[in-house]
């Protein structure tokens, strides 16, 4: 995967986008052996896990002269979030799936949080305790040691958890630790320019692995602390209607966990809800507005939804919402993952859906079912015909999930179909899907 190919790429920094694509890159030379397909299914998930930068914050609608009654900002914001009650949090897949993936509910109370179906929520995670205790073991600091910073003055032990990113290494972290212990590979590395070496070589790396490179290096809690960036917020998909789920927000997680360096791994915020907020805690959210991933205005018109995985979030969100609007416009939903018996979530709400006449077609692709692997943009060929039909009478077409391969190739499964059945050339091919685009019925909500 290359760098400029990462999902959501304008929304990274430099660092995030460095390891972003070196989670990949590294597992071609740390995990020789391994099943390619699993592999790449746990790089995928973690790109959700660091998904770091919210939707553009709520701005004030155009007002004609005169008008005085602005829509209110939201108090609760990244740097002031809400503090909602987690309510529910149960495992959407069977005991043997190969992965771990968490229905989370939280309780928005008096927050006044009035989210829409497409958007998302932002999350304060808290840093996973065992490594921040490594950590300052390391460094052989006090946790108690009183540290001032721009914010005020807090104990090491809180910043570490609550204000500082230690999962994701800066580059001025990389390149003190390249100066102070000459270490032969990352200085190599670094000598190089090459960006794809210095991609593989972080692949899987957090501030502890920078620093155990060498023993003897030594550094205080300060000089640790201007290395290190601010703790970024993720946001997820809602997958929830506030016309059904009044006063909640539901959430699809995938906690993200895998070893290597002989360490288990746990991602930020994944493995925070999932693990360490506890039923009755809280949590800091707020909101995440998407205005570019919303349902049709016209309730009539037909909508077509691919999302596989975790992609699955925000049309169960959009299924919610039309039953709620009894929207008589047709839907369509290609789901997909690999197993149908451990890996189908939310299967018992969608034959409801079904049989509630608000889903109208459901296509599967369980890949690991048979012996040649199915996918979601293998079905969309399979029912080319169709698909093309719909389209043509009206239909949206909604993609949500990982930008690098299966954002990917739906795409390019969208332009065969509109080719083939079109009867279009790969030009007039294209064309027909820019036209969808610039009318707004061909949304993405990838990362």
């Not at 008008?67 to 069977?94: E, F, I």
């Not at 899987?204 to 003897?216: F, H, I, S």
């Not at 992609?311 to 919610?320: D, H, K, T, V």
Request: contains cysteine.
């Amino acid at each position: 995967m290359k760098t400029s190919n990462l999902p959501g790429d304008a929304q990274y920094t430099g660092d995030q986008r460095l390891w972003l694509s070196g989670f990949l890159a590294g597992f071609d030379s740390a995990a020789a052996g391994a099943n390619r397909d699993d592999v790449l299914a746990t790089a995928l998930e973690a790109l959700r896990e660091l998904d770091t930068v919210a939707a553009p914050e709520v701005a004030p609608a155009d007002e004609s002269p005169g008008v005085s009654d602005k829509p209110k900002r939201s108090p609760w914001t990244r740097k002031n979030p809400y503090p909602a009650k987690l309510v529910a949090n149960r495992p959407l897949r069977g005991a043997q799936s190969g992965k771990d993936v968490r229905h989370v509910v939280f309780d928005l109370g008096d927050s006044a949080i009035d989210y829409e179906a497409g958007d998302g929520l932002g999350i304060r995670p808290v840093n996973d305790p065992d490594l921040v205790a490594a950590l300052i073991a390391r460094i052989g600091a006090d946790p108690e040691e009183s540290i001032t910073t721009r914010t005020g003055e807090s104990t090491l032990l809180d910043l570490l958890t609550y204000d500082y990113e230690i999962s994701l290494p800066t580059r001025e972290l990389i390149d003190h630790v390249a100066d102070r212990t000459g270490d032969a590979e990352l200085v190599h590395v670094l000598s190089t320019e090459e960006r794809e070496a210095l991609e593989g070589w972080l692949w899987g790396k957090d501030v502890l692995d920078l620093l155990d490179l060498d023993p003897n290096l030594e550094m205080t809690a300060s000089q640790l602390l201007e290395l290190l960036r601010p703790l970024a917020h993720r946001v997820y998909s809602i997958s929830s209607s506030p016309l059904t789920h009044q006063g909640m927000v539901h959430l699809t997680v995938a906690a993200v966990r895998h070893r290597s360096a002989q360490r288990d791994r746990r991602g930020q915020c994944s493995t925070y809800l999932a693990d360490r907020v506890g039923a009755g805690n809280t949590a800091g959210v707020f909101l995440s507005k998407n205005r570019s991933f919303r349902l049709p205005a016209d309730d009539a018109a037909p909508v077509i939804m691919v999302g596989p995985g975790t992609g699955i979030a925000p049309f169960r969100s959009f299924l919610y919402e039309r039953k709620a609007r009894k929207a008589t416009g047709t839907n369509w939903l290609f789901f997909g993952d690999q197993y149908r018996a451990t890996d189908f979530m939310y299967e018992d709400e969608l034959v409801q859906f079904q049989r509630d006449g608000v889903l109208h077609r459901l296509d599967l692709a369980f890949s690991r079912d048979q012996e040649q692997k199915i996918y979601v943009q293998d079905r969309m060929r399979e029912h080319g015909e169709e698909l093309f039909r719909w389209i043509e009478g009206g239909a949206y077409f909604y993609v949500c999930g990982d930008a690098a391969q299966m954002a990917r190739d739906v795409d390019s499964a969208l332009h065969d179909v509109i080719a083939e059945h079109g009867g279009l050339g790969e030009e007039a091919a294209e064309d027909y899907v820019n036209t969808l685009k610039r009318e707004k019925r061909y949304l993405r909500d990838v990362y």
